[in-house]
């Protein structure tokens, strides 16, 4: 028999996860830390709208700067 999660239960342990990485990984404050924030930050999207079909819809829908900036954390 499957769970249930509601949309804050998933993106809280989403959160957890990438926290629980980013730390015992010990990764850099760009860059690597960057990509998994933005992993949590698609999830949330496509929970909330399944129809989110690019990076650049993901940052708009969690970020205030722009997608060029926020993809460049990553280069």
Sequence with gaps: MGSTYTYDQIIDVANRAAD????ELELPDTGSRDVVNLVVNAIGSLLREPDTNSLNDVIRDNYEE??????????
């Design 66 to 75: 722009e997608p060029d900036e926020v993809r460049s954390w990553v280069e």
């Design 20 to 23: 629980m990485v980013v730390d």
